[in-house]
C-alpha cells in the first residue's frame, strides 16, 4: 500500500481523489493547502483525512506526493518535499520556465536523492519527441487552439475582444518559456513539450482564441535527424474549471495505475 499526499484541492485534485479512493493499492493520507485556507482544503477532503501547510506538518510522512495544485504550489512545496526525501509528481510544468526554480528543485532532489516527474498531461507524443530529442532536433511547433472563454482572466483579453470574436485569432507568438510566464493556467502543454524536446526558448508556440472551438485542440509538429511527426488531440476541459483539462487530471490517475504494473511502457 503506497500512501500518498496531494497539493491542492482544485477541479484536478478532486478528480485525483477519487481515483485513489477506488483503489485498494493507493491511499490518501494528506491533503496539503495553502497557508490562511486550509479550511477550503477540509471543504474538499474525503472522510478525515490529515490537512497541513506544508509536508512536514503532515501526521503521516507519505510515500510520494501527487502536485495537483499549479505553479504556486510546486513553488512552494516542491524544494522541501524532494530535500526530505519523497519523489513528487508534478502537473505544473510551467512553473519550470523559472530558471531559479528549476535549479532549486534541482538541487532539493539531488539532496534528497529523489526525482521530480512531470506527468503528460493533456498533450501526447511526449515519448517519442524525447527519443528524436537523442538523434538531434531542428524544430518543434506547438499550437494551442481554445474557446474564447477559457482564455479569460489572461493576456489574451488585452489583445482581442474574446466578446466580440466572429474568427479565430492568435494572441500570443513565442517561445514557450515566455508562454509558460504570461500563461501559468493555460501553458503548462508548451513546458511538457519544452522539457522532453528542444528546450524553452527553441521550442515555437502559438495561442489561438477560436469561437468556432468546442474542445480544447493541441497540435505539435516536429522535424529532426529522425524524420518528422504531427499530432492533434481535442480534449475536453474539466466540468468545473475550463483552464483545465480533463486528460490533465486522467494522467495523474494513469501515473498512479502503472506504479502498480510488473510491466509497462517505459
Not at 7 to 18: D, F, K, S
Amino acid at each position: 500500500m503506497k500512501h500518498v499526499a496531494i497539493i491542492g484541492y482544485g477541479a484536478i485534485a478532486r478528480y485525483v481523489m477519487t481515483a485513489i479512493a477506488e483503489r485498494d493499492t493507493v491511499a490518501l493520507c494528506g491533503i496539503i493547502g495553502r497557508a490562511g485556507r486550509l479550511e477550503d482544503a477540509r471543504a474538499c477532503a474525503p472522510g478525515a483525512i490529515a490537512i497541513a501547510d506544508s509536508v512536514g506538518d503532515l501526521p503521516q510522512r507519505p510515500d510520494l506526493v501527487l502536485d495537483c495544485a499549479g505553479h504556486a504550489g510546486l513553488r512552494e512545496h516542491g524544494p522541501d518535499i524532494l530535500a526530505a526525501g519523497i519523489d513528487l509528481y508534478s502537473v505544473s510544468a510551467g512553473a519550470l520556465a523559472d530558471a531559479d526554480l528549476y535549479r532549486d528543485l534541482s538541487d532539493a532532489a539531488r539532496r534528497g536523492r529523489t526525482a521530480l516527474r512531470i506527468v503528460s498531461g493533456a498533450i501526447g507524443g511526449l515519448d517519442i519527441l524525447s527519443a528524436a530529442r537523442q538523434g538531434g532536433l531542428t524544430r518543434v511547433i506547438y499550437r494551442g487552439r481554445k474557446p474564447p472563454e477559457s482564455w479569460r482572466g489572461t493576456p489574451a483579453e488585452e489583445r482581442i475582444d474574446l466578446d466580440a470574436q466572429s474568427e479565430a485569432q492568435v494572441h500570443f507568438r513565442g517561445t514557450a518559456r515566455q508562454a509558460a510566464a504570461l500563461y501559468p493556467k493555460n501553458a503548462n502543454v508548451t513546458a511538457s513539450i519544452a522539457l522532453a524536446g528542444i528546450g524553452f526558448d527553441e521550442t515555437e508556440v502559438e495561442l489561438i482564441s477560436d469561437p468556432a472551438c468546442r474542445e480544447n485542440r493541441h497540435e505539435l509538429a516536429v522535424e529532426g535527424a529522425f524524420g518528422s511527426f504531427a499530432i492533434q488531440i481535442s480534449g475536453r476541459a474539466m466540468p468545473d474549471n475550463p483552464k483545465s483539462s480533463a486528460l490533465t487530471a486522467m494522467s495523474m490517475v494513469d501515473t498512479l495505475a502503472r506504479l502498480e504494473d510488473a510491466i509497462r511502457i517505459a
